[in-house]
């Protein structure tokens, strides 16, 4: 691993344009690595959005998968290595921006995110925690990020705020990711394993296989069983459940990426790009190629039909 000596320091100056206002957010789509570095003063937030890369951390080493969320404080140093990805960066000197945080530091999600995981990468011993945010949560993600990045090209009069609330809003959605993913380690170290918790799993996961032998060794349960309780409380099937994922997170990066329709069909676990483009227009009565076209004006909320 190369010594810490020799990593670049990314100034201040060079993450903001102006020190008054330490928040930017950076689209890094089809770009490199940019090196082993760290970060003078200000926090990384990083959402992967397709496609992965080896991420060097610390004392850990692991492979990045979509919709991973993960926090590089100040003072630590990391690199990536095999970039495939693409991927958001929001930069954020919390002090300096004097964003009122009120109690929300003090939330097991915000400690797990900006605490807890930076920490467990610094440990030589055991695995580092990871985060993941579930299909509906790194839709509304990306179109807040994409919301900021908009407001901090255009620059007109009021942006600023504009992009605070944006990202007060973005805080408090990874925040909650979070601390549901702390609820789940509890009670996977207490109990087995639930419908609620095989459910955000595959949210979280939709681009894996997922056959019902696998959900019912997740969830403890016969098939029998597995059905009726998922019936039951989310009125649908598994099957139909994770279908439901794959194309909420298809759509999300039909509007947000420019991902050809096979590397779309990939990252959402459907077979190919022929099989996601019929069961795309069979859900929602559109191809993918003319909702992409048209989602801005016509189509904002398609996926609000899946139920």
Same mark, same amino acid.
């Given at each position: ?8 320091? %990314? ?26 570095? &760290? ?9 992967? %959005? ?73 440990? $030589? ?11 509906? &949560?790194?839709?509304?993600?990306? $179109? ?7 407001? &901090? ?37 207490? &109990? ?21 032998? $696998?959900?019912? $060794? ?6 029998? %069983? ?82």
């Amino acid at each position: 691993m190369k010594p810490f000596s020799y990593c670049e320091l %990314v100034t201040y100056d060079y993450a903001f344009e102006a020190s008054s206002f330490p928040l930017a957010i950076k689209p890094q789509f089809n770009t490199g690595s940019p090196g082993w570095h &760290q970060h003078e003063r200000f926090y990384e937030i990083v959402l992967i %959005v397709s496609g992965e890369a080896v991420h060097i951390y610390e004392n850990k080493r692991y492979i990045l998968k979509p919709q991973e969320i993960f926090v590089i404080p100040p003072g630590m140093y990391h690199s990536y290595e095999k970039c495939a990805f693409d991927y958001y960066n929001i930069l954020v000197d919390f002090s300096e921006l004097k964003l009122p945080l009120f109690d929300l530091p003090r939330t097991e999600g915000f400690q797990n995110l900006f605490l807890l995981a930076p920490r467990s990468h610094q440990s $030589k011993n055991g695995e580092a925690l990871r985060n993941f945010l579930d299909v509906e &949560q790194f839709s509304q993600g990306i $179109k807040l990020l994409k919301r900021m990045y908009d407001l &901090q090209t255009r620059r007109k009069e009021g942006y600023q705020l504009a992009m605070v609330a944006a990202f007060n809003s973005f805080l408090q959605l990874i925040c909650r990711a979070g601390e549901d993913l702390v609820r789940s380690e509890k009670s996977s170290n207490s &109990q087995p394993h639930t419908v609620g918790e095989l459910a955000m799993a595959m949210a979280r996961y939709c681009q894996d296989a997922w056959p019902v032998e $696998k959900m019912c $060794k997740v969830s403890r349960m016969s098939r029998p %069983v597995l059905f009726r309780e998922f019936k039951k409380y989310y009125n649908t099937t598994p099957v139909k459940f994770l279908n439901d994922q794959r194309l909420r997170k298809a759509a999300a990066l039909l509007r947000e990426s420019d991902m050809n329709l096979e590397a779309i069909a990939t990252a959402c676990g459907f077979a190919n790009g022929s099989y996601f483009s019929t069961v795309f227009k069979n859900s929602f009565r559109i191809t993918p190629l003319k909702y992409r076209r048209d989602n801005v004006l016509k189509y904002p909320d398609l996926t609000d039909i899946l139920q």
